[in-house]
């Protein structure tokens, strides 16, 4: 081949380099300026994956050879080829088995006779990858110039080095763009949402974040469904030296157990089926920063056992990847299982348990809070007025009252669906007679309470407490038998735990036993 002819042929290619072109045009243009300079039956360009080779791309092979996985160790060819630096070309008699007997098109049955050569990528110093070219005339590659073959190989590399380098490019803005996503999430959730209250149930729980926020202590937050344990976490975040860095959650409950993993600790390329590129988990995402793992209960025991080494050490491995990362990580988690219940049923790692309650922190109930319900509504009236388009959504006397008798077991965030619908029924009532109204006031008929509180199975006895308000009995006599019933119910919530009893009613162990001496209850 004369030196006219070899830059003919390379000088599309380099200039290839340049354009934008899409990995598979590129590879195909590669494998086709191969085949011009070198005559052949068969190119291919394969990828090494740890111990295995994918083909990218082939010219000449049937169409099924992309899907194919040449395992190294059972394609002696293969060995050979990834074993030396320069390119090998193997006898026409070689016993060695090839690779692509049968593959070639037009061909059928095994290639028993046949020229077949190769050489390694090398990229940066290491083998990326193999280039293979194949021939059903033995004494095809007698004439190849092998100075021509190293000009191609170098050209090749750096087409192949081209690809990687868009490829990291890619990842690297999709791993920018989900940071900077996180950030947004995160900010916008702390400014969307702010802790409100003044019981002492609130102030109680404002100090412990102010106490632990500034530490890089692991928090286990545990309250019931519905109290607000992001909010809490978002609010520790925001406290601490790492505001300035990524809040990263992740629900371990929406999530099934083959995703968790990779969700947490990401994946490299190929470690499984739809893994296209390398990705980073939760915890490389949040490296600098928090992360907040909610319905941490849920975890499997054995993503709990690869948890527990990245709490220990801070090193993690991605899936399909042997390679340690290091992250600097405040891990907060939340929960509203008794973890200690689950480690006794032997659903939940006694270690890992002990790793998360470092700093165990109760979010109070509504029903513990008092008054702080009509707080946390006004809120969210504001927020459905705003998305109503009404100049003001107010409650009246009788649905205020109705939201301070109500036990709340789906704590805020039931009252603030229970605002959302109820302000949509109140419009709807008015706009059949005033179609221009736009002062909408919710009564207790819209709250629809009592039918909730008739349903529940826990919670205060809205009727036995509203009997002893209309027994016609003097002040102290309703209060007494108000206090009664409440306690009662209290009681057998917690199947007669007083203890329990007392955290419940927001109420000192001490105080609750005088109440319940007065109430000759003990």
Not at 312 to 336: C, E, F, K, W, Y
Not at 449 to 465: F, I, N, Y
Request: charged content about 25%; some cysteine.
């Amino acid at each position: 081949m004369t030196a006219r002819s070899l830059l003919d042929v390379l000088t599309p290619l380099i200039h290839d380099l340049s354009l934008d072109l899409s990995e598979t045009e590129r590879y195909r243009r590669l494998l086709k300026s191969m085949l011009t300079l070198f005559p052949g039956d068969a190119a291919a360009l394969l990828r090494l994956s740890g111990d295995t080779l994918v083909p990218l791309a082939t010219d000449g092979l049937s169409s099924d050879t992309l899907g194919r996985r040449f395992r190294v160790a059972d394609h002696p060819r293969f060995v050979q080829l990834l074993s030396r630096s320069e390119p090998t070309r193997f006898a026409a008699d070689s016993d060695l088995p090839d690779p692509y007997d049968g593959l070639v098109q037009g061909v059928e049955g095994d290639l028993e006779v046949h020229d077949c050569l190769g050489c390694p990528l090398l990229i940066g110093g290491r083998v990326w990858g193999l280039l293979t070219l194949d021939a059903l005339d033995p004494a095809r590659f007698d004439p190849i110039d092998m100075a021509s073959l190293q000009a191609f190989l170098s050209l090749a590399a750096a087409t192949v080095s081209v690809v990687e380098r868009i490829d990291a490019l890619a990842r690297t803005g999709e791993e920018e763009r989900r940071r900077a996503e996180a950030y947004r999430q995160a900010s916008g959730g702390q400014s969307r949402r702010e802790m409100i209250g003044s019981s002492e149930a609130h102030k109680r729980l404002i100090h412990e974040i102010e106490t632990v926020a500034g530490s890089d202590l692991t928090v286990l937050i545990t309250g019931e469904t519905g109290v607000g344990k992001e909010l809490v976490a978002n609010a520790i975040h925001a406290l601490s030296p790492r505001a300035s860095k990524p809040l990263i959650s992740l629900n371990c409950a929406a999530l099934p157990d083959t995703l968790v993993e990779s969700e947490l600790f990401g994946h490299v390329r190929g470690a499984f089926s739809g893994a296209s590129t390398d990705r980073r988990g939760k915890f490389e995402l949040a490296d600098g920063g928090t992360i907040f793992l909610d319905e941490v209960g849920e975890l499997s025991l054995a993503v709990q056992a690869k948890l527990l080494r990245v709490l220990q050490n801070g090193q993690l491995q991605r899936i399909g990847s042997d390679s340690d990362h290091t992250v600097d990580v405040r891990l907060i988690a939340a929960t509203n299982r008794d973890l200690a219940d689950e480690v006794r049923a032997g659903r939940f790692r006694a270690d890992f348990y002990h790793r998360l309650t470092v700093y165990p922190l109760r979010v109070p109930p509504m029903r513990e809070r008092g008054r702080d319900v009509l707080l946390l509504a006004g809120f969210f009236l504001e927020e459905n007025r705003a998305r109503l388009g009404l100049l003001s959504l107010r409650l009246a006397a009788d649905a205020q009252a109705a939201l301070l008798r109500y036990s709340w077991p789906g704590n805020v965030r039931e009252l603030e669906h229970l605002i959302g619908r109820s302000a949509l029924k109140a419009l709807s009532a008015l706009s059949a007679n005033r179609s221009r109204q736009r002062i909408v006031t919710i009564g207790a008929a819209d709250l629809a309470l009592s039918t909730l509180a008739d349903e529940r199975s826990d919670g205060v006895s809205v009727a036995a407490s509203q009997g002893a308000a209309e027994a016609g009995g003097d002040f102290r006599s309703t209060v007494t038998t108000f206090e009664r019933t409440l306690l009662l119910d209290a009681l057998a919530r917690n199947n007669q735990n007083w203890a329990a009893a007392a955290r419940e009613l927001g109420l000192d162990r001490a105080n609750l036993n005088r109440l319940a001496r007065r109430l000759g209850l003990k």
